[in-house]
């Protein structure tokens, strides 16, 4: 429910701050959004000098990196996803309490990438795990990273807590670990999560 | 079976690539040879690898040695086994280098060559469940791209036969 | 039953990784432990398996350029050049004057960023939690920005070619190059104020993870750590490849094999890196680049096989190709250091408490990119 901006500004003339609960859940969230210490590949380089003295990541809250998945609630995706990999990632992002975010970082996470053709390579983590932002790139520049934090903030910013996925009752509350199977994972793909996109027709 | 004096001249000639193609009875004899002989002492196995002959039928491994006392090298020591993988063993060298340990065991997971005597010969890169011997020539990986939306070469090759993973337009448009 | 044999007690099996704060990558070690301290070590890799021996078999020869860039991921430039030093030998080209001084320098810089964010990541692993990696990455965000301007990306630079490099060095980068140099020396004093008389340092990392000499050689460790075995054998002396026998550089061997010299043969190795720099820096000749005869497109490389191998920082990396004399490799194999260095790594923890793992791990330096390709 929006407030008049008239009264808003009276009231903050007295020392009175209003705004909604939303707003507030949604801004201590999104300004405190903590990684877990998740690096697969060069990717990782590059969120580390992303977390180093130059590109100060700390600015934006993302200051500690946590290295328990049960403390933290951003999990950058930074390499490769190989199939052997995979069931380790789907299990340490069920371990993640709500709410929790996925970034997508590198042309690898988001589809395979340079090695898509590899038999060991899972073509995309998003098979598995919903991701909210994706980052191209190889690597992608640590200004790109935060540029991809910063969206995801104002992605945060934008939630509604009747909309969100953590108190939705039908929402699963863990996605299904992959098994290794003679030939490939099994399943190869969470169908519930990714479906190949429609082909838009050609005009 | 070369003799001393064969593997010497041969080592001794200065030719750029010096290799050692020897039969799979042979080969640790040979191998022991050439660390401890004190005109060669390689003591120090840089690389060891498979290569699939398809062609040949045979899967050759070749071990590249060097020699840290004596700073020469290299020397290629070169056996070959039969592709069928009842047969494809051949003796495990890990006694005589222990370098080879790690390489030995990734020639096992990714070609199935066999190695006889090495102390603990399972997977490394690929896990326990696999089956396949994926760096073979003959292997066909699984098609699990789902969506290629330009597809060519090997893959649209593929998507032709087994269909549904790659646009209409580019199976029509690159016919 | 335990040492003392008065209380019984059970092992603990202990699986360190996958993902781990100090593991370097995605590294595993199934580890079996009596208390604190370390009965059986087992590495478990092929978490970052790419299929980069795979899908080279795929592609032409020089498009197998940027995927070295992401074995090493750290050494983007040493990667290039173990490639291209096989290629040419195989194909016979020769590499001009110019091209190998320039190789020179970005191998050594390349040595440079390594070591220092190597010992970095050693002193995180110490518990020094992020500060000298801090240290490090501040230098090395000089060198990566050198990088960008010399071949336009950060770390995965696909700069070498068969027969020379991309593009030429001109002065704007010679003086940023040479400005780097000037800068790295005070570095170093500082760096090394702050660490190596640090007690914490040392207590930790003296005699905790030694490999004697003969294990060393035996189980093929080159690089910094066979060095800190007292093993004398720096390929750029060995092999002499490029223009290395023109600089005048020693090589540091150390002693005791233990953690310790291993971060000490670092340092040394980074002063002597920058004196090969100052050396080349100063005697770099003009000419041209890249050979006049290498062709880039529809390359081809004449039937047969080659072993070709450089001193990366991390130790020997090589390349053994096979050719029928087509446009792709036949068979294109990497000897990566990392992976052959780990091939003791359960020697050197077995009777160490298992925090010392970590640091025994960290002084091996590895990349997981370049262990499981």
Redesign the interface.
């Given at each position: 429910m929006p407030v008049d901006e008239g009264l808003k500004s009276e009231l903050q003339k007295r020392g009175v701050f209003v705004m909604p609960v939303e707003f507030l859940y949604n801004w201590s969230r999104k300004s405190s959004l903590w990684p877990v210490?998740?690096?697969?590949?060069?990717c990782?380089?590059?969120m580390?000098?992303a977390a180093?003295?130059?590109h100060d990541i700390a600015r934006f809250g993302a200051e500690v990196f946590r290295?328990s998945?049960r403390q933290a609630d951003l999990m950058i995706v930074s390499?490769?996803v190989?199939?052997?990999?995979a069931p380790?990632v789907v299990r340490?992002y069920n371990q993640m309490p709500e709410p929790k975010y996925v970034i997508a970082m590198g042309a690898c996470a988001i589809s395979g990438g340079?090695?898509?053709?590899?038999?060991?390579?899972l073509?995309g983590v998003d098979r598995y795990i919903p991701v909210d932002i994706h980052i191209p790139g190889?690597?992608p520049?640590p200004e790109a990273l935060l540029h991809a934090l910063m969206t995801l903030q104002e992605k945060i910013s934008k939630q509604h807590l009747n909309e969100t996925r953590w108190y939705d009752k039908n929402a699963p509350a863990e996605y299904p670990i992959p098994q290794?199977?003679?030939?490939?994972l099994e399943p190869?793909?969470n169908r519930e999560l990714?479906q190949?996109?429609q082909?838009t027709p050609?005009k | 079976m070369p003799t001393v004096e064969q593997i010497r001249e041969m080592l001794s000639a200065g030719a750029a690539k010096s290799s050692l193609l020897v039969e799979r009875e042979d080969l640790l004899a040979v191998a022991k040879f050439l660390k401890t002989d004190p005109q060669l002492q390689f003591d120090f196995c840089s690389c060891v690898t498979a290569v699939d002959y398809i062609k040949q039928d045979c899967i050759e491994v070749v071990y590249h040695l060097y020699s840290v006392a004596l700073k020469h090298g290299p020397v290629a020591l070169k056996v070959r086994a039969p592709r069928a993988l009842e047969q494809c063993h051949v003796p495990s060298l890990t006694p005589v280098w222990r370098g080879c340990e790690f390489q030995e065991r990734e020639a096992f997971d990714l070609f199935g060559v066999k190695f006889d005597g090495h102390p603990d010969l399972r997977r490394i890169l690929m896990w326990d469940e696999f089956v396949d011997h994926p760096m073979r020539k003959d292997y066909i990986p699984p098609m699990d791209y789902e969506w290629e939306p330009t597809p060519h070469g090997e893959t649209l090759a593929r998507a032709k036969m087994q269909g549904g993973t790659v646009p209409a337009s580019a199976l029509e448009a690159k016919k | 039953m335990s040492a003392t044999g008065i209380i019984e007690t059970q092992t603990l099996e202990v699986s360190l990784g996958p993902q781990h704060p100090s593991t370097h990558g995605v590294f595993r070690m199934d580890v079996v432990l009596d208390g604190e301290y370390v009965v059986k070590l087992k590495p478990v890799m092929g978490y970052l398996h790419r299929n980069h021996e795979q899908i080279a078999e795929k592609i032409a020869w020089i498009a197998n350029m940027p995927y070295t860039d992401r074995l090493d991921y750290f050494c983007s430039m040493t990667n290039n050049w173990a490639y291209a030093l096989a290629v040419e030998k195989m194909a016979g080209l020769k590499v001009p004057e110019r091209a190998e001084y320039i190789r020179v320098i970005m191998a050594e810089l390349t040595r440079l960023l390594n070591h220092s964010c190597a010992i970095g990541f050693l002193l995180s692993d110490c518990g020094a939690w992020f500060t000298p990696v801090l240290y490090a990455l501040r230098e090395r965000e000089r060198i990566l920005d050198f990088f960008e301007t010399v071949s336009g990306a950060r770390m995965m630079c696909n700069y070498m070619r068969f027969g020379g490099v991309r593009v030429d060095l001109d002065d704007q980068s010679l003086a940023m190059a040479r400005d780097i140099v000037a800068r790295w020396p005070a570095f170093l004093d500082e760096f090394e104020k702050l660490m190596t008389e640090n007690e914490v340092l040392i207590a930790r990392t003296q005699r905790v993870g030694i490999l004697p000499r003969e294990l060393a050689i035996n189980a093929s460790i080159t690089g910094p750590m066979a060095r800190a075995s007292g093993v004398e054998y720096d390929i750029r002396k060995v092999d002499k490849y490029g223009v290395y026998d023109r600089f005048d550089f020693r090589v540091p061997v150390g002693e005791a094999g233990d953690t310790f010299d291993r971060y000490m043969i670092r340092i040394l190795e980074m002063r002597e890196a920058v004196k090969i720099l100052e050396q080349a820096l100063r005697d770099i000749p003009a000419g041209p680049f890249i050979a006049p005869e290498a062709k880039l497109r529809n390359f081809k490389v004449p039937a047969g096989d080659g072993y070709g191998r450089i001193e990366a920082p991390k130790g020997e990396l090589g390349f053994y190709l096979v050719s029928e004399g087509g446009a792709k490799p036949y068979r294109y194999h990497v000897r990566p250091p990392s992976f052959i260095n780990l091939t003791i790594l359960e020697d050197m923890c077995l009777g160490q408490k298992v925090a010392d793992t970590v640091i025994i791990l960290g002084s091996v330096d590895i990349v997981l990119g370049e262990v499981d390709r």
């Open positions: 210490q998740f690096g697969l590949a060069c990782a380089i590059e580390i000098a180093a003295a130059r290295a998945p390499g490769t190989t199939k052997k990999m380790q340490l340079p090695f898509k053709d590899g038999y060991d390579v073509k190889c690597p520049r290794y199977g003679a030939h490939d190869p793909v990714w190949p996109p082909e050609k | - | -």
